[in-house]
């Protein structure tokens, strides 16, 4: 069983930092593309960022130049560095991962539950 677990979320004010990690447990025997998507209240959940396994990324436009996402492979672990934070990127930032199980032959799509981050003064 495969499970991502988000954390890091909170309250910042605007201008500030935040550091998101999604750290992927359970009978794991590869990860391909990790990605972060972002639901605001009462909104569409959307994409924000992804990265292959080699590292690649991507952002959307809304967050390009101040968002950064990295994983850490060893650690099955993705995070994202999102700086100069704006109110309106508040939300909740849910993990996504492309899994393949070692006890199936073929990956599957997973989601965590998301965190909640607040961006007000």
């Known amino acids: 069983q495969v499970q991502l677990v988000e954390s890091g979320g909170g309250l910042v004010q605007p201008g500030g930092s935040l550091r998101l990690s999604c750290a992927a447990s359970?009978?794991?025997?590869?990860?391909?593309?990790m990605r972060w998507y972002r639901q605001a209240p009462g909104k569409e959940r959307i994409w924000v960022a992804a990265?292959?396994?080699?590292?690649?990324?991507n952002y959307a436009g809304s967050v390009q130049g101040r968002f950064t996402i990295s994983r850490d492979n060893s650690e099955n672990t993705v995070y994202l560095q999102m700086n100069s934070l704006k109110p309106e990127d508040t939300a909740v930032y849910y993990c996504?991962?492309?899994?393949?199980?070692?006890?199936?032959?073929?990956?599957?799509?997973?989601w965590g539950k998301g965190t909640l981050v607040t961006v007000s003064s």
């Open positions: 990265i292959t396994i080699g590292g690649s990324a």
């Open positions: 996504n991962a492309d899994i393949r199980s070692s006890t199936s032959s073929y990956g599957m799509n997973y």
């Open positions: 359970g009978t794991i025997f590869s990860i391909n593309a």
